[in-house]
């Protein structure tokens, strides 16, 4: 581990003015996935600007009548707060299946938003990996890359992202809240991860030195018909091989709001807005959603070892959808 | 017919829990690394990175000027070893550690450096420029590899019972399949570990292992030195699985560290350390065909298995061992192949040779027994031999058929409907199967000095071992038991070289082998009058007694029942039940028993589902050398285990005890391979099972 800065602080403008001053500053959340990578120098910040004593802990109504979750809010919290588990069960479930009880109850809502890839050459600093060190090659293509992505990938990088609590967000039109020296500012969560491209150091759509104070989740997307379902490859304490979020309204036999997102196959959370586009306002059947898991997944574009990815996508979309549809 | 008639204590076959208990879980156990030591200095090893190649340069001039640092040790500057220095099966290269430009396999070792702190050393590793040149290397294993060469039969000549070819030919069924293993690793939770200074002329360490006297013989014969100048001790290890049975690289590069700078190091090898440069069980691929008639009776075993291993240093992974013990049959052949690779050279793990054998061989029966239409319990009690089918000889204690029946009650394997994919609970697929595992057991020399005191207590010193399992527990109530004594008169000392040789914790045959000497010892000094104002001690080795002539197959014995949930839509496999009934000789402690045999099934679950050491196929390098990438099972993964013992007792063996060490993995993943096919109808040939290997495209 380089040796770095420590500071807390107390008010998001000190925050912001110590990293404005600091390019190799970073902040620290729970630290969960960022000291570990500081362990073996794949992250060497320069100082941790400690936000977790910042005041943007908490769930709380949103003036639209969602919900906002404070960027310092614990995983647990989030997960357990009895809003989130009526209107948005699908994103309590995800934070649930995540991580340990222990890892939880440090990490924040915020910090998920920005844990990197557990792709092993990104984690190995005597690997390759463009994302860590920009043009030295990406070694998971012609590699091991059995759990890499399936969508949207680029010849210099095909990892995923890791987060569960992502993919319920996205699947639930979520918007994320920063704060710059010039002021407050929110993105879509669509937008909120940026394209790998030829750029795939370049995670999020984030100005330099912002800093996430929320997220939130608008009313219209609130649905206590929602499922989250992570298939992984042992029952606890491992990341999404694929996981899915669903949100599902019917109205008399027609699908009304439908949001779908897919973990574990993208760089980012993979929201599958050909698969809902094929279902909105159509009558719910078991044909259509197979069809429309089939358009959905047309687009795949698996590497040599993770065509498993395709069929358990697709699976996966039509049992959750099913489940959901027969509650 | 649990004990001999003249016992006289309960201390052996009664529950209590590790002496050592207290002290492991307030932290006041000593681990090799845990030492307090004036003028300590840590040494960092700098590994390779590539699988095969030549050191061009390291250049630590920039490094010796770093805070704290005291030198740089490689091939140019460090002690030289005795190139005979001999492992398990003679001279081994893994052990000739920074004594040539020459890089054999990735994560060789390529340097030591030492500073004053772990910081400081760990800081200057990583500065250290080594610059390699990469040669092509060759680390993808085939059975048909060019390369493979008939392995080493130390372990036990191939057999050749009958006219396999000409049975298989006239048997009416017949399974002809391959069965394929991955690399899987054992890395304890205790990484490898060691501290060495020197005491005078004297070479002293704490070191991490699963056998001191071993260890230390080992290391005089590398650094040329006689065995009386070398102390090795190891009070406290967390956990070896094999992979500490020999010398290890932390104890050869601490002893190296302490020569040249005249102080005490201490090496701890980092997690991703110990996956590279530590022994992993050597991925494996067998065919086996079984021959039999329509009423299950077995024909002709064949048994062929391939390996990989290192040039640098010999390696057997006896798979077709169970082969030649297990079933009546008229015709058994095995053969075992290497295949030399740029790899870590493969060493011993978790029952080696009979686990990855027992997956084969055991989910070759369960796919006869399908064929054959004859339940798979019934198929296995058909073909119960009246002598060793290969050796002749009769059994000893031989209670497997007591394992399957007692176990398939328990388990409630007779309402099972024994078609495929017939159980359903909602989305899941339900099935069930079994497995059938004999795992030979025998007693080596050792050495046990027992003195009484003038208090009326007795002090036991042998050069055990107790990685984790209990075993010092263990042998004092096979001590009290051998002197007529309570528990409580017992005092033991364990874990130095000093105390003579012993056999180390291994093959299943620790306890047996320190009971042995620890009987005779005792059985001498009750014999011996002495004056009891006056400690006396009687020492006994059993090399003197020791024929390494076996007039019985002696095997403990185990029935694995598992119940498995599959999700074919995900793919996803959970092992919803796991049972193992055992005969293993008299329990000695049942408490300790039953945990290392639950261990064992544990680790035989993961190696089913879970472990996998992969390769980058490009440079050769494991890719997942940590535990955030080699998965093992979690604790959710277990939700309901059991295991018992039927009541026995080995008479040919000290105590009346067999091995309990590795039979709980041996024959679980045969288990759970062989109940996904009953809950799918398909057949997982390759370990793990996978979720991708598993997941169906759904109508």
Not at chain 2, 481 to 492: D, H, N, W
Not at chain 2, 547 to 555: L, S
Request: aromatic share 6%; charged share 20%.
């Amino acid at each position: 581990m380089k040796e770095f800065g420590y500071r807390r602080v107390k008010h998001v403008q000190e925050a912001l003015a110590l990293t404005a001053n600091d390019t190799g500053a970073r902040y620290l959340g729970g630290g969960t996935n960022l000291v570990d990578l500081m362990k073996d120098e794949i992250e060497a910040p320069s100082q941790l600007v400690d936000v977790r004593f910042l005041p943007l802990s908490g769930v709380r109504e949103a003036p639209d009548g969602g919900l906002a979750i404070g960027a310092t809010t614990s995983n647990s919290d989030a997960a357990a707060h009895p809003e989130v588990r009526r209107r948005y069960p699908a994103l309590s479930q995800a934070v649930l299946a995540g991580a340990s009880g222990q890892l939880r109850n440090m990490a924040t809502v915020g910090g998920n938003l920005l844990q990197r890839t557990r792709c092993a050459y990104f984690a190995d600093p005597s690997e390759p990996c463009n994302k860590r060190l920009p043009g030295s090659g990406c070694p998971a293509l012609p590699g091991e890359h059995h759990n890499h992505a399936i969508f949207d990938w680029s010849r210099h990088c095909v990892a995923t992202h890791p987060s569960d609590m992502a993919v319920a967000l996205a699947a639930f039109d979520a918007v994320v809240h920063y704060e710059t020296l010039d002021g407050p500012a929110e993105i879509p969560l669509s937008e909120f991860y940026l394209p790998v491209g030829d750029t795939p150091h370049r995670e999020t759509a984030l100005p330099p030195g912002a800093l996430i104070t929320a997220v939130s989740l608008p009313k219209s997307a609130a649905c206590p018909r929602s499922r989250y379902r992570k298939v992984r490859e042992r029952a606890s304490y491992a990341f999404a091989t694929v996981s899915v979020a669903a949100a599902l309204e019917l109205h008399d036999g027609l699908v009304g709001r439908v949001g779908i997102a897919l973990g574990g196959v993208a760089s980012r959370p993979w929201r599958a807005r050909v698969a809902e586009a094929a279902l909105h306002g159509e009558p719910f059947t078991g044909a259509g959603l197979r069809d429309a898991a089939e358009a959905e997944l047309a687009a795949a574009k698996p590497l040599r070892d993770n065509g498993y990815k395709v069929t358990l996508a697709r699976n996966l979309i039509v049992a959750v959808l099913t489940e959901l549809a027969e509650r | 017919m649990n004990a001999p008639a003249d016992v006289i204590t309960d201390a052996v076959g009664t529950s209590r829990p590790r002496l050592e208990g207290p002290e492991k879980v307030s932290g006041r156990a000593r681990y090799a690394a845990d030492h307090p030591m004036h003028d300590l200095a840590f040494g960092v090893v700098v590994t390779s990175p590539v699988a095969r190649g030549r050191i061009r340069d390291i250049d630590a001039s920039a490094v010796l000027t770093m805070p704290g640092v005291l030198g740089v040790l490689d091939h140019r500057n460090a002690p030289r070893l005795d190139p005979q220095a001999s492992g398990f099966f003679g001279p081994d290269g893994s052990m000739q550690l920074l004594q040539s430009d020459s890089i054999p396999h990735a994560g060789r070792a390529v340097a030591l450096v030492v500073a004053q702190t772990p910081h400081e050393a760990q800081a200057a590793a990583d500065a250290l420029a080594v610059t390699c040149d990469a040669h092509p290397h060759d680390t993808t294993f085939t059975a048909d590899h060019p390369a493979g060469r008939a392995a080493l039969t130390v372990l036990g000549e191939d057999a050749n019972v009958g006219d396999v070819d000409a049975e298989l030919a006239s048997s009416p069924v017949v399974v002809d399949e391959r069965y394929f293993t991955p690399e899987e690793h054992c890395s304890a939770m205790e990484p490898h570990a060691a501290t060495a200074w020197w005491d005078g002329g004297r070479l002293q360490a704490f070191d991490s292992n699963q056998g001191a006297f071993d260890v230390a013989r080992t290391l005089a014969s590398l650094f040329s030195l006689e065995l009386d100048q070398v102390r090795v001790r190891s009070e406290h290890v967390g956990g070896g699985f094999g992979s500490k049975g020999l010398l290890g690289p932390q104890l050869i590069l601490a002893t190296m560290g302490s020569m040249a700078f005249g102080r005490p190091v201490r090496v701890t090898l980092t997690r991703r350390q110990v996956f590279l440069m530590i022994g992993m069980r050597p991925a494996t691929e067998q065919r086996v065909r079984l021959g039999a008639d329509t009423d299950g009776s077995l024909r002709a075993i064949d048994h062929q298995a391939a390996f990989e291993i290192s040039p640098l240093a010999e390696w057997v992974e006896n798979c077709p061992e169970g082969s030649k013990v297990l079933y009546a049959t008229r015709a058994i052949r095995t053969r075992i192949t290497a295949v030399p690779l740029d790899l870590t050279p493969p060493g011993p793990m978790r029952g080696p040779g009979l686990t990855p054998g027992s997956f084969a061989l055991e989910s070759a029966m369960d796919e006869l027994a399908e064929r054959l239409g004859i339940d798979p319990l019934e198929l296995r009690l058909r073909n119960e031999p009246a002598v060793g089918p290969v050796s002749g000889l009769p059994y000893g204690s031989r209670n497997l058929a007591a394992c399957l029946r007692e176990g398939a009650r328990r388990f409630g394997w007779h309402s099972r409907d024994p078609r495929p994919r017939r159980r359903r609970e909602g989305h899941l697929l339900v099935g069930t199967g079994l497995a059938a595992t004999a795992f030979g057991s025998s007693a080596f020399p050792s050495t046990a000095s027992i003195t009484a005191e003038t208090d009326g207590s007795y002090t036991v010193r042998i050069a055990a071992s107790d990685i984790g399992t209990g075993s010092r527990t263990a042998l004092v109530a096979i001590a009290a038991e051998a002197l007529r004594v309570g528990t409580e008169r017992i005092r033991i000392r364990i874990a130095d070289s000093d105390l003579g040789p012993a056999w180390s914790a291994s093959g299943s045959r620790g306890t047996p082998s320190w009971a042995w000497a620890i009987n005779e010892a005792a059985t001498r000094l009750r014999e011996q009058p002495h004056d009891p104002t006056r400690p006396v001690t009687v020492t006994v080795d059993t090399a003197e007694l020791f024929t390494g002539r076996f007039v019985r197959e002696v095997h403990a014995y185990s029935a694995i029942f598992a119940e498995v949930t599959v999700d074919p839509a995900t793919g996803e496999v959970r092992t919803r039940r796991l049972l193992g009934m055992f005969a293993i000789g008299r329990v000695v402690n049942p408490l300790l028993a039953r945990s290392q045999v639950i261990g064992g099934m544990i680790m035989g679950l993961g190696m089913a589902l879970h472990e996998e050491g992969v390769r980058d196929p490009v440079s050769g390098r494991q890719v997942n050398a940590d535990f955030a990438g080699y998965h093992i099972p979690a604790h959710a993964d277990v939700p309901d285990i059991e295991a018992d013992f039927v009541p026995e007792y080995e008479p040919d063996e000290p105590s009346g005890v067999k091995g309990a060490g590795e039979i709980g993995t041996v024959g679980t993943a045969a288990a759970i391979a062989n109940a996904v096919w009953h809950a799918t109808g398909l057949r997982h040939r390759v370990l793990p099972i996978r979720l991708d290997r598993v997941v169906e495209e759904m109508a």
